[in-house]
């Protein structure tokens, strides 16, 4: 028996921009790819949207009326862990580590290509969601440095048995690190790894995530017991102490 588009469950798309030919315009690309799309001009709306939709992409800016995109982006990671990829009209440092930190896998700069989008949006989408990664038992065991253990199996990460409530994207990274313990992974690496081999933009990103993990894990910059810096080169996994 063929299985038609019509039978097959469409993945649901969420756009959240005041530009409203903008947001049509994304709107319009997600809707070729197969997406079911819905689309907000406000903030505050946007998040009673998001609740009701569950989608498993959110195009969301950041300079919304109302409550703002890192208020959105903060609200929405408290019931959904969907991707979220953040528009800013500002390509100041500030405010990509402010979005990253509050839950954004990803970060594009207006104006941009929607072709571009739609590649970063499917690279992210060949991740797996939490859900489908427990969906059977595990198979391997889990990962241990120090007080800090990572079930790559379950995606959970816990410290002195204290759960951390990483990000996809974070979880991601800090599984690729303790995969290879000593191995020293570049930025590029880690692109590769996490966002695959397609993925295109700054490398930069994945200090945003470090610097979001290791606030999670209780570690600082001076104190790098989980990821530690190797200068010129990129991280490796630390040994936790």
Do not use: N
């Amino acid at each position: 028996m063929t299985t038609t588009s019509a039978q097959v469950e469409a993945r649901r798309a969420v756009v959240v921009d005041d530009e409203v030919a903008l947001a049509r315009l994304v709107a319009g690309y997600l809707e070729r790819d197969g997406f079911e799309v819905s689309v907000s001009h406000d903030g505050a709306r946007a998040v009673e949207l998001l609740r009701a939709v569950d989608p498993d992409v959110v195009v969301l800016d950041l300079g919304l009326p109302g409550i703002d995109g890192i208020e959105v982006c903060r609200q929405l990671r408290t019931f959904s862990d969907c991707y979220v990829v953040m528009l800013t009209a500002r390509a100041e440092e500030v405010d990509t580590l402010i979005g990253l930190s509050v839950g954004a896998d990803d970060y594009i700069t207006k104006p941009f290509s929607p072709r571009e989008l739609m590649a970063r949006i499917a690279v992210l989408l060949r991740r797996p969601r939490r859900a489908a990664a427990v969906a059977s038992p595990p198979t391997a065991p889990p990962l241990t440095i120090g007080a800090l253990t990572i079930d790559v199996e379950g995606r959970e990460t816990y410290v002195d048995g204290r759960p951390i409530d990483l990000t996809r994207t974070e979880f991601d990274i800090v599984a690729a690190l303790a995969s290879r313990p000593g191995a020293v992974l570049s930025r590029r690496a880690l692109i590769d790894a996490v966002w695959g081999p397609g993925w295109v933009g700054d490398d930069h990103l994945v200090d945003v995530h470090v610097l979001h993990v290791r606030q999670k894990l209780g570690d600082t910059a001076r104190e790098q017991r989980y990821v530690r810096t190797v200068r010129g080169i990129g991280y490796r996994i630390g040994t936790g102490t």
